[in-house]
């Protein structure tokens, strides 16, 4: 007999990411009882801090634009880009049960979609690359129709948001980029500030929710409209298993802990591990103490999943090509003497930008993924030598684009190099003795990089000649919307150091999302989906979206299937 209380449920779902909420919602539409347990005392996951897009080819907001791709030339795109880690019985799992997902919460649920039709994938001279249509996002949503669990739901991420609220990819984002410019982009910034500001006088957050924030909100209030049971501050200490069967686990509670049995399985959907330091130590490069990766993914991701699985005889597949969503980040002064993490998704593809290593020389493509940054990075750097590298930009650039936590005009840039976030000279040299770059390396990069830019070119690396390079560019500059010179002083740089925005090596899984044990053998009643699921692309990164794609689908599939299990049973 335990020594602690016991409830019971069908489904048990540890995490609230949109992969545990993905499947306990879909589990409980089919009539399921769920309880869905969260460490901490928010909702939401990294979800809540994301992009909030999804990969899923086909999806069926795409076909109704006459989007109809054949399923091959997906494949030969995941074939090519995945290499040896192509896994065909997952991958086809997703690709079938990608656009059943998107269905079913369209139709059933609070989850409405955005398409991503005019979005192409990252890797554009790859054969079978998209143009668009392979992609979704949650639409905006008013926190409002949450009642009080609003306040249960993790906010947007502060460095990149304003003033705690968070702003859209796409059009919502150019008007914030245009806002000192272009008198309609400034009555658009002014309406939603506007808001936002009586909504944190009468509700003290932000509720024009958008990206994963409405994503997270959306899953959180579906599961609540089919009586989902949602826990905050309920922490999983260990798996109950018995005769090779997970039966349960012990949870716990302010009083104590309690032992949930969960006749249909539990699901591990506990976020990766971008904060354990010990694993991140042996897995990632460059990186022997294990601190040197700075992962903009909440601080609570700890790896828990990783352990409960693995305390039950579960294998962590760390064969991947990347064990991490790889991202430049820079580190934020904060008041407290803290820094936050701020991750450079957009600016580094617009015009005016390089990035540089100490030597002062350049090592990518600034305007490829977040991901091929990082890779590149990396594979610049000699063994042993810390991984730094440095954007640079002039000041037309910074006031027009902003450079990473500095946002552009018409804020101010002065307490951002004040802090010492910027480094600032009124030449390139003077910015390079700021930064402890070679002085001749930077000084010779930026004359050759000048040299093309004023043609429009980028001789050495190719920027702008593909379609995500041009997307993530300014359609206003021309001939080249991702290139244009460095030469009106003065002189900014951030400092930049590999983190990620989650992790990909995670627990081995079959195509149902059933972890194996070590003899490759499925563990009865355990399930994994999201980061505590190894990456179903291998460790790559093919697309926008490839991590919230994979944990929607297959947190659907695993709520459907433990609904059809159990009637069966």
């Given at each position: 007999m335990s020594a602690h209380p016991e409830e019971s449920c069908d489904l048990l779902v540890i995490g609230s990411g949109a992969g545990g909420l993905s499947a306990a919602?879909?589990?409980?539409?089919r009539g399921l009882k769920v309880i869905v347990v969260e460490k901490e005392p928010v909702f939401g996951g990294t979800t809540a801090w994301s992009g909030g897009w999804m990969w899923v080819p086909r999806n069926p907001l795409a076909r109704e634009a006459g989007i109809d791709e054949d399923e091959a030339t997906i494949r030969s795109y995941l074939r090519h880009e995945l290499g040896n880690h192509y896994d065909e019985a997952r991958v086809e799992t997703f690709l079938r049960a990608g656009p059943e997902m998107v269905a079913f919460?369209?139709?059933?649920?609070?989850?409405?979609?955005?398409?991503?039709?005019?979005?192409p994938d990252m890797h554009g001279d790859s054969p079978g690359a998209g143009l668009g249509g392979?992609?979704?996002?949650?639409?905006?949503?008013?926190?409002?129709?949450?009642?009080?669990?609003?306040?249960?739901?993790?906010?947007?991420?502060?460095?990149?948001?304003?003033?705690?609220?968070?702003?859209?990819?796409?059009?919502?984002?150019?008007h914030f980029l245009n806002a000192a410019r272009v008198w309609q982009s400034f009555l658009h910034v002014g309406r939603r500030v506007g808001r936002h500001l009586l909504d944190l006088a009468a509700h003290r957050r932000g509720m024009q929710l958008v990206n994963g924030n409405a994503l997270a909100a959306r899953l959180l209030k579906s599961a609540a409209d089919l009586k989902v049971d949602l826990r905050v501050s309920a922490p999983a200490?260990?798996?109950?298993?018995?005769?090779?069967?997970?039966?349960?686990?012990?949870?716990?509670a302010q009083d104590g802990e309690v032992v949930i049995r969960a006749r249909c399985g539990v699901v591990l959907a506990c976020g990766g591990f971008p904060h354990d330091y010990e694993r991140l130590r042996?897995?990632?490069?460059?990186?022997?103490?294990?601190?040197?990766h700075w992962s903009a993914a909440p601080r609570s991701n700890t790896g828990d999943g990783l352990r409960l699985g693995e305390a039950v005889g579960a294998r962590v597949d760390a064969g991947l090509?990347?064990?991490?969503?790889?991202?430049?980040?820079?580190?934020?002064?904060?008041?407290?003497?803290?820094?936050?993490?701020f991750?450079?998704?957009?600016?580094?593809?617009?015009?005016?930008?390089?990035?540089?290593?100490?030597?002062?020389r350049r090592f990518v493509n600034e305007a490829n993924s977040y991901y091929d940054y990082v890779e590149a990075l990396l594979k610049a750097l000699p063994p042993g030598a810390e991984p730094v590298s440095w954007l640079i930009c002039d000041h037309r650039f910074q006031r027009h684009y902003g450079l990473g936590f500095a946002k552009p005009a018409p804020l101010p840039v002065a307490p951002h190099v004040a802090s010492g976030y910027l480094k600032r000279g009124r030449t390139i040299e003077e910015l390079a003795i700021?930064?402890?770059?070679?002085?001749?390396?930077?000084?010779?990069?930026?004359?050759?990089?000048?040299?093309?830019?004023?043609?429009?070119?980028?001789?050495?690396?190719?920027?702008?000649?593909?379609?995500?390079?041009?997307?993530?560019?300014?359609?206003?500059?021309?001939?080249?919307?991702?290139?244009?010179?460095?030469e009106q002083g003065p002189f900014y740089a951030v400092r930049i150091v590999p983190g990620s925005l989650g992790t990909f090596a995670g627990l081995t899984t079959d195509a149902e999302a059933r972890v194996l044990d070590a003899a490759g053998r499925p563990i009865s009643g355990l399930f994994a989906v999201g980061a505590d699921m190894a990456n179903i692309m291998g460790g790559t990164y093919p697309a926008g979206g490839i991590n919230l794609g994979p944990a929607m689908t297959f947190g659907y599939l695993v709520g459907r299937d433990a609904a059809a299990r159990c009637e069966a049973e």
């Open positions: 919602v879909s589990a409980a539409w919460f369209r139709e059933n649920t609070a989850v409405e979609f955005i398409d991503g039709n005019r979005i392979r992609s979704v996002c949650a639409a905006p949503f008013d926190g409002r129709e949450l009642g009080p669990l609003i306040a249960k739901l993790r906010p947007p991420l502060d460095e990149i948001s304003f003033l705690g609220m968070g702003i859209a990819s796409g059009a919502d984002f150019g200490k260990r798996l109950l298993a018995a005769d090779g069967r997970i039966l349960g686990a012990v949870i716990g042996e897995l990632v490069p460059n990186n022997p103490t294990g601190h040197a090509a990347a064990p991490c969503a790889w991202s430049p980040v820079s580190l934020v002064p904060r008041k407290d003497g803290t820094f936050g993490h991750p450079h998704l957009a600016e580094r593809a617009k015009p005016g930008l390089i990035a540089v290593t100490a030597q002062g700021a930064c402890g770059i070679d002085l001749a390396g930077l000084a010779d990069t930026v004359a050759a990089y000048n040299d093309g830019a004023r043609q429009g070119r980028d001789p050495e690396f190719a920027r702008g000649e593909t379609p995500y390079n041009r997307m993530g560019g300014d359609a206003a500059v021309k001939p080249n919307p991702s290139v244009a010179p460095i």
